[in-house]
């Protein structure tokens, strides 16, 4: 009796058993079934750029339904020499059952050499539906052209009817051209090493500065949105936020003004500002940033919450501020001198 009832019991554990391997993929089905179908694309509007300039990114995938897509968040690219600087908001757009949602960002670069990111995720709701390819592109000191409209040109036809020479005439003829181009040439690699180089290096150099100069602010105002968004402060860490916040503020007075702050002690920063176009006002609130950072960073001093945040605005008004009023200030110059030229 005891050795059926072990039977009964186990014949029950194995139905049981097969009931839910026969529930399981059944729910695996309907899901693999629900999965919206979504085509993602990833558009650059060119593969090569120069050092400083800006490139778009269009990002767009399209589904049908009611799932809602989101783009992997520009937080979590992985991203090899360049970088984010803005982020448009996602548009969608519904057209005979297609939903399509767009979203353009900005990229840069600062470094020479190939520009990769990574495979960028397309979220449907909660799960991920697609991916795009890895993206990349290159990034040059001189600008390069490439005639890609030309068309392809026919393979000419052999040579024939050329009279005959004396081999020793055309041997004559071939050593004395070659000596001549070689010449030539070496005389023209001197020209341009000895007198042309210096010249398109210190114009790339000045193009560069320039380019610089033009997005301190954009980059300056990018690093303060994504420090803020760490919330350093608020977990603790403020000799870590004052760090990067002061990294950031002397980074842009070198890129905005050639302040080589990053070399310079508090003092120093704020006799170097003396000369520029700024207020009274803004140099004060600069040196309270500058004296609270180095309590910070040096004496261990835990400010409250309040002054923080209030040390925060002050440096990001700072930057737009001055980069808006260096901005006309530059428009203004380049208005005299054109009108100087005419």
């Given at each position: 009796m005891f050795v059926s009832l072990k039977?009964?019991?186990?014949?029950?554990?194995?139905?049981?058993?097969?009931f839910l391997w026969?529930?399981?993929m059944l729910v695996a089905f309907r899901s693999a079934a629900q999965q919206p179908e979504v085509a993602v694309t990833a558009r650059l509007d060119s593969t090569h750029i120069l050092v400083g300039d800006h490139l778009h990114l269009h990002l767009s995938a399209q589904t049908t339904g009611k799932t809602v897509l989101s783009f992997q968040s520009k937080d979590e690219w992985k991203m090899m020499n360049c970088e984010v600087l803005d982020?448009?908001?996602?548009?969608?757009?519904?057209?005979?059952?297609?939903?399509?949602?767009?979203?353009d960002f900005v990229v840069t670069a600062f470094d020479t050499s190939r520009a990769v990111i990574a495979p960028i995720q397309v979220w449907a709701d909660t799960a991920m539906a697609a991916c795009t390819d890895t993206i990349f592109f290159y990034v040059d000191t001189l600008p390069v052209f490439v005639d890609t409209a030309a068309a392809f040109r026919d393979i000419k036809p052999p040579?024939?009817?050329?009279?005959?020479?004396?081999?020793?005439y055309r041997k004559i003829w071939i050593i004395g051209s070659s000596v001549g181009a070689g010449l030539i040439l070496i005389a023209l690699i001197l020209v341009f090493f000895l007198v042309w180089w210096p010249i398109l290096k210190k114009k790339r150099a000045i193009r560069q500065r320039e380019i610089r100069r033009?997005?301190?602010?954009?980059?300056?105002?990018?690093?303060?949105?994504?420090l803020k968004a760490k919330e350093l402060c608020q977990k603790g860490m403020a000799k870590e936020h004052y760090s990067e916040l002061s990294v950031i503020l002397r980074t842009y007075l070198d890129d905005q003004w050639d302040v080589n702050a990053m070399e310079m002690v508090t003092d120093e920063i704020m006799t170097a500002m003396a000369s520029l176009e700024v207020t009274e006002q803004q140099r004060m609130e600069i040196l309270s940033f500058l004296r609270i950072s180095d309590l910070v960073k040096y004496a261990r001093?835990?400010?409250?919450?309040?002054?923080?945040a209030l040390q925060m605005d002050n440096v990001t008004k700072f930057v737009r501020d001055t980069d808006q009023q260096e901005q006309q200030r530059r428009a203004q110059q380049a208005d005299k001198r054109n009108k100087g030229g005419e």
């Amino acid at each position: 009796m005891f050795v059926s009832l072990k039977s009964n019991v186990e014949v029950i554990m194995l139905k049981f058993r097969s009931f839910l391997w026969i529930l399981m993929m059944l729910v695996a089905f309907r899901s693999a079934a629900q999965q919206p179908e979504v085509a993602v694309t990833a558009r650059l509007d060119s593969t090569h750029i120069l050092v400083g300039d800006h490139l778009h990114l269009h990002l767009s995938a399209q589904t049908t339904g009611k799932t809602v897509l989101s783009f992997q968040s520009k937080d979590e690219w992985k991203m090899m020499n360049c970088e984010v600087l803005d982020v448009s908001d996602i548009q969608r757009n519904e057209k005979n059952g297609q939903v399509t949602y767009r979203q353009d960002f900005v990229v840069t670069a600062f470094d020479t050499s190939r520009a990769v990111i990574a495979p960028i995720q397309v979220w449907a709701d909660t799960a991920m539906a697609a991916c795009t390819d890895t993206i990349f592109f290159y990034v040059d000191t001189l600008p390069v052209f490439v005639d890609t409209a030309a068309a392809f040109r026919d393979i000419k036809p052999p040579l024939g009817g050329l009279e005959q020479v004396e081999k020793s005439y055309r041997k004559i003829w071939i050593i004395g051209s070659s000596v001549g181009a070689g010449l030539i040439l070496i005389a023209l690699i001197l020209v341009f090493f000895l007198v042309w180089w210096p010249i398109l290096k210190k114009k790339r150099a000045i193009r560069q500065r320039e380019i610089r100069r033009q997005s301190s602010g954009a980059i300056a105002l990018g690093h303060l949105r994504e420090l803020k968004a760490k919330e350093l402060c608020q977990k603790g860490m403020a000799k870590e936020h004052y760090s990067e916040l002061s990294v950031i503020l002397r980074t842009y007075l070198d890129d905005q003004w050639d302040v080589n702050a990053m070399e310079m002690v508090t003092d120093e920063i704020m006799t170097a500002m003396a000369s520029l176009e700024v207020t009274e006002q803004q140099r004060m609130e600069i040196l309270s940033f500058l004296r609270i950072s180095d309590l910070v960073k040096y004496a261990r001093r835990q400010p409250p919450m309040e002054e923080n945040a209030l040390q925060m605005d002050n440096v990001t008004k700072f930057v737009r501020d001055t980069d808006q009023q260096e901005q006309q200030r530059r428009a203004q110059q380049a208005d005299k001198r054109n009108k100087g030229g005419e």
